[in-house]
């Protein structure tokens, strides 16, 4: 094993133990502070129909009679016994709704994490190749345009022209609606998940791009870069070949630390594309004020993002061994 590994590891675990905890205080005070009623939204239109004894009942069977301290305290003791509590939203356990809803996520998220990563990197390449010229410039335009762009309209305009106009495309869902699983073929499922995913990975394509572009810039300017000129290497080799050797590790590390946003643009495409994974259980548990379940989702999440980081600086020193040297 690698020196530098299990000091790095140690460290991001010390740091573990106290985010996750600062993490849950700051999760739970946001959520008891937040001004939707748990009991109104779980009533809903039947608001008439139930009175004050049946909603104080609920709220009762709830613990929400109790002081926020004692709720969370009441929490933290579950927490311990490995029982992240029981969803209002979907009524079962918060553990069983995210290992039900997680495979989907994941399933969309890594997609998107590694077509981003093929695109993003591989346009960078070729807009650095060609410096100046109209592939670079429209390259360039695009990846500005791809950042200006918020996820929603993306979406909105992915299913506008390939779902509405075009036909070509699913506009919601994992498969067909109204079909059993039994009879849904594996090119049905790749079909619904091409919008999503394309949704998604416009977070992650155009910080690679720009970022890219610029690392194989420096490298084509390095003395090692005008050597192979000087041998015949045009710079369009040169970035397919020691060029990609030099990007690449920036690259990586630039795109695992980001995992997060990509993580995080997954709610919105998922409630965009009615995608069953852990984004559309989040809004749901938000507008009902699932206290359990939003809580439950924030440290799932945490850990990914947490993970992804941690992914980050290991690539980063792999990459760069100045940067295993101890500070």
Not at 80 to 100: C, E, H, R, W, Y
Not at 264 to 291: I, N
Request: charged fraction near 10%; glycine fraction near 10%.
């Amino acid at each position: 094993m690698r020196a530098w590994l299990p000091n790095l590891l140690a460290g991001r675990l010390v740091r573990l133990t106290w985010l996750l905890p600062l993490a849950a205080v700051g999760l739970f005070t946001l959520i008891s502070l937040a001004p939707i009623d748990p009991v109104q939204a779980y009533v809903g239109g039947r608001s008439s129909q139930i009175g004050p004894e049946q909603r104080d009942a609920i709220a009762a069977a709830w613990g929400l009679d109790q002081p926020a301290a004692k709720r969370f305290a009441s929490w933290l003791g579950q927490l311990t016994k490995g029982d992240l509590g029981q969803s209002i939203t979907f009524n079962a356990p918060v553990m069983q709704v995210i290992a039900t809803r997680l495979p989907a996520s994941l399933a969309l998220v890594g997609l998107a994490f590694v077509l981003s990563f093929v695109l993003g990197t591989l346009l960078g390449l070729t807009a650095a190749a060609m410096r100046g010229r109209w592939p670079d410039r429209v390259i360039r335009t695009l990846a500005v345009a791809l950042a200006a762009s918020p996820g929603f309209w993306v979406a909105i305009l992915l299913v506008a022209v390939f779902a509405v106009g075009l036909g070509w495309l699913p506009a919601c869902c994992a498969t067909p609606p109204g079909q059993l699983a039994t009879e849904v073929t594996l090119a049905d499922r790749w079909r619904h998940m091409v919008l999503p995913v394309v949704t998604l990975s416009v977070v992650g394509i155009a910080p690679l791009v720009l970022h890219t572009r610029q690392s194989l810039i420096a490298f084509l300017k390095s003395p090692a870069a005008h050597h192979l000129a000087t041998h015949g290497a045009t710079p369009l080799r040169m970035a397919l070949g020691p060029g990609l050797r030099h990007a690449a590790g920036v690259a990586l590390t630039l795109h695992l630390a980001g995992a997060g946003e990509i993580f995080g643009g997954s709610v919105l495409a998922e409630a965009v594309f009615a995608w069953p994974g852990l984004g559309q259980a989040t809004v749901r548990a938000a507008t009902g004020a699932d206290a359990p379940l939003l809580m439950g989702i924030g440290l799932a999440t945490l850990l990914f993002v947490f993970a992804g980081n941690l992914l980050a600086d290991i690539a980063a020193r792999l990459a760069d061994p100045r940067l295993r040297r101890p500070a």
